[in-house]
């Protein structure tokens, strides 16, 4: 048998192909994308917001006061929050309180905070049978979170 030096021969008797130049280029080209897009994603991941953890909605005698819950007291700077009568509707209340806020407010809204947990007045709304809450955090980056929506009767 005559000695190819592009063939590799195991001990059982099998004969390997010597990768080519070419195939190696490729295949270090493919390792080189595959570890960009893995480091892309962790970056996306370590900018993800957290949503908020918990809501409901009180309504006393005609005044409605949205909790929430926080996933802790220093990341965000914005908390947005829409009522509507349908889904992905602001119609009944919609308004984007700045972080810590108290003063400043429109007429009616009002804004307080024990540790993290936020009570957000949101006036005299008149609630329909069933409303759709949307809730969603921003960060400082201004990244916003996934919303925490809910129906609510």
Request: hydrophobic share 35%.
């Amino acid at each position: 048998m005559k000695h190819n030096p592009h063939h590799l021969t195991a001990t059982t008797g099998c004969r390997l192909t010597k990768p080519t130049n070419g195939f190696l280029k490729i295949l270090i080209v493919q390792f080189l994308v595959l570890m960009c897009c893995i480091s892309f994603s962790e970056t996306i991941e370590a900018q993800t917001v957290a949503p908020p953890l918990d809501s409901y909605v009180s309504n006393t005698s005609g005044t409605v006061t949205v909790f929430v819950a926080l996933p802790d007291s220093t990341t965000s700077t914005e908390i947005e929050v829409a009522i509507g009568s349908e889904n992905n509707s602001g119609d009944l209340f919609s308004h984007t309180y700045a972080f810590d806020q108290a003063t400043g407010l429109p007429s009616g809204l009002s804004y307080s905070r024990e540790g993290t947990h936020l009570y957000l007045g949101a006036g005299a709304i008149t609630l329909t049978d069933a409303y759709n809450v949307k809730i969603r955090l921003k960060d400082s980056g201004g990244n916003w979170s996934a919303y925490y929506d809910y129906i609510a009767n």
